[in-house]
């Protein structure tokens, strides 16, 4: 009986483990928003993986939102942290906001 219970504890403990290593969700992926000015925009949270420059990263995710818009973006909030894997893979975790600009058109 007691063996039974180690097992469950086990299994247990393991998957709070596995769901905390799990990353956040939502992963690259950008959720529309409207700003508290009612403009249009976007949100999301992810990694920017095999890479140790900053910059490297804020323009990945620039270009993501840029994407994400359909043309130029202001980030409002671009919040990039180390999260290099336990075998030194270099990773930024980031949390990320932007503005979708009005798209300019250009004359003929």
Known sequence: MANKRKAWLLIVAGALALAA???????????????SDGARGYSMRGYVSYTSSRETAVD?????????????VEMKLLDLSRADSIGGVPHFLYEAVARCL???SKAS
Do not use: D, K, Y
Request: glycine share 20%; net charge neutral.
């Open 21 to 35: 290593c799990g990353g956040p969700s939502g992963n690259n992926f950008p959720v529309p928003l409207v700003l």
């Open 60 to 72: 990945e995710v620039t270009g993501r939102m840029t994407t994400a818009c359909g043309g130029p």
């Open 102 to 104: 009005p798209q300019t």
